[in-house]
């Protein structure tokens, strides 16, 4: 059921890219269908009533219902990742509010900034 | 020699020079240096190697693969890269403050091209991608700032994208390994319906790199607008490694359904790119335009799937990473002597300075796909191929080239054309440009005139990039 939830944020964002004007909002999208995927990708290893997949003196059969770890550690690094570009992507929205003076699309593109 | 050094030396030069700023110039060119000899060296052997890394066995751990096909690309990119960074540090005025940059598009484009683990490839994308964004800032204007935003948020959705399709693809076959996974498809372990979306994901994700048709409005402006280093590395080097990571990756775990759809784009892209670049009134958004269309031709080779399509994609790479580099450097020398790169602009250039001339000569008929040229070969074996698909597909690609053909020899003779304008200086060419620009231009005359036997290599390539992948699965299942 996360799952549909987690595809329906993912839309959510892609729509805001698509609507806003402003590019922080823009980011603020991406952000938000970011955190879409990466929670549908922790869905793929959830299991009913599993447990933490550490060997310890409470869990100690192989047998046991363990969830996959591995889809966590992707999502992780893919967090790490989405922080990166979006620290990347403010500091550009700086260079361009202080060279041209505005970080709206349609201001930008009519001073020939986006389009040709 | 373990490939993991190719990925490894630039990386830790990068982090130390992130610290050492004064010497972080002399680090990349000693990573540049070391990348193009191992590049070499690993070329010399043949056959499918998997390199495990930290001891993991692949369809568990992640692995770095060496087959005939990287043979071929490692050393191009490598040596291309190279390349560039000779010419940027021939300049005096060459800023330090982008050079932890150059270094770790290095690595990462190395990555790209060794990793067949499918999130590796996800992680070295970003760290390409983020690298692409901030050499695409390097232009002096504010467009280029606006050009390069552009270019992350494409990028940053079709990285995300491209995520999706690999957890879906890891939630039906239960590893990441791009082998284990095509070993599973071949034998028909995963449900059609879910490969469907999950190649299709992956297309749109790593579609905006490799500028297929709907993902590429990035292109024009990055590449007019950023300075001229970051051109010549973001139009030669970078192909080489995106699109072979495209063809690699859809190859092995794309939907047969799929692959029809790479057979539109790309067509799309060729015929599209081709037009567009020939309405274009200055150099560099004709160049820029054309490698939309070239990096279309490259890949719906890919829908084909045969090995002589293969090998006429990995032609065409190799053709058009070459070609560029001479055309690009060619233009940013123009750009920076004359001013301008219209066509006006450059009537007598090929008088004034004979050299350019010949070197811009060579490299556009090879790229159009002159006889005696390397280009002719690629786009003829690509042409032969494409009968294989529908009868529209090879017509159009001819009509494309048609057209490629009459815009590249206009900017030829534009280099001819007597110049009426005020007196100009003669020009000099700086020695290194002109030494690597007919080391390039001799190249693409050698592998257009050579005999059949020095093609070979080539259609090992293919060959590899159909079966090396898979076969190697093969072997990991029975392994385990």
């Known amino acids: 059921m996360i799952q549909y939830f987690s595809l329906l944020l993912t839309a959510i964002g892609i729509y805001g890219l698509l609507s806003q004007k402003n590019l922080v909002k823009l980011i603020v999208s991406l952000n938000i269908a970011e955190i879409g995927v990466n929670l549908f990708i922790v869905s793929i290893g959830y299991i009913e009533k599993g447990v933490v997949p550490i060997l310890s003196s409470e869990n100690n059969s192989s047998t046991l219902l363990f969830v996959d770890p591995l889809p966590q550690a992707l999502v992780l690094t893919s967090i790490v990742i989405g922080v990166g570009i979006t620290a990347l992507a403010l500091a550009i929205i700086v260079t361009i509010s202080h060279s041209k003076g505005t970080i709206d699309i349609d201001e930008l593109t009519e001073r020939g900034g986006a389009e040709e | 020699m373990n490939p993991v050094w190719l990925i490894a030396v630039p990386l830790a030069l990068a982090f130390i020079s992130t610290f050492a700023n004064k010497i972080s110039n002399w680090l990349l060119i ?3 240096i070391f990348n193009a000899v191992a590049g070499i060296f690993l070329s010399f052997s043949s056959g499918t190697v998997s390199y495990s890394i930290g001891g993991w066995r692949p369809p568990f751990g992640i692995d770095l693969i060496v087959t005939d096909a990287t043979r071929i690309l490692l050393p191009v990119a490598n040596i291309l890269f190279f390349f560039a960074v000779i010419i940027h540090f021939s300049k005096k005025r060459a800023s330090e403050k982008f050079s932890v940059v150059y270094t770790i598009s290095l690595a990462s484009l190395n990555g790209i091209l060794l ?22 800032m390097t232009g002096k204007k504010g467009e280029s700032k606006v050009a390069a935003f552009k270019y992350l948020l494409l990028g940053s959705v079709g990285s995300l994208l491209y995520l999706l399709g690999v ?31 999950s190649s299709l994901l992956m297309i749109a994700g790593l579609g905006v790199e490799s500028k297929l048709v709907p993902f590429n409005g990035w292109v024009p402006g990055v590449f007019t607008k950023s300075s001229n280093m970051a051109t010549l590395v973001l139009a030669s080097v970078y192909p080489v490694a995106m699109i072979s990571t495209f063809s690699r990756v859809i190859l092995a775990v794309g939907d047969r359904r799929a692959l029809d759809l790479v057979i539109v784009l790309g067509v799309a892209t060729v015929l599209i790119g081709e037009v567009i670049a020939f309405k274009q009134r200055n150099l560099r958004s004709t160049l820029a335009y054309s490698s939309i269309a070239q990096s279309g031709l490259a890949i719906f080779l890919v829908g084909i799937g045969t090995v002589e399509a293969l090998t006429a994609s990995v032609m065409l790479i190799i053709n058009n990473a070459l070609a560029k580099f001479v055309l690009f450097s060619v233009d940013s020398y123009t750009t920076e002597e004359l001013g301008a790169d219209d066509l006006e602009s450059l009537y007598g250039l090929g008088r004034m300075a004979p050299v350019v001339g010949l070197i811009f000569t060579v490299s556009a008929l090879s790229i159009s796909g002159m006889p005696l040229f390397f280009g002719f070969r690629a786009k ?41 304008g005020e007196e100009r200086a003669r020009l000099s060419l700086p020695l290194e440009l002109m030494a690597i620009g007919v080391v390039l231009a001799a190249i693409l005359v050698f592998l257009g005139s050579s005999s059949y036997e020095t093609l070979m290599t080539f259609s090992k390539a293919g060959n590899a990039m159909v079966d090396a992948i898979i076969t190697l699965g093969k072997n990991l299942i029975g392994g385990v």
Request: glycine share 4%; charged share 10%; no cysteine.
């Open chain 2, 167 to 197: 957890a879906v693809l890891y939630a039906a076959a239960g590893t990441l390994n791009i082998s284990a996974i095509a070993t599973k498809v071949s034998d028909g372990l995963l449900n059609g319906d879910v490969m469907l979306v």
């Open chain 2, 115 to 136: 990793t067949n683990d499918l999130f590796n490839l996800f992680v070295f994308l970003e760290i390409a991608g983020v690298a692409a964004y901030l050499l695409a």
């Open chain 2, 380 to 420: 003829l074996l690509a042409i032969s191929s494409s009968f294989e698909s529908l009868l529209v597909v090879p017509i159009v690609i001819l009509l494309a080239a048609v057209i490629e053909i009459t815009y590249y020899f206009r900017w030829i003779f534009a280099l001819y054309r007597p110049y009426q």
């Open chain 2, 30 to 32: 000693l990573s540049a």
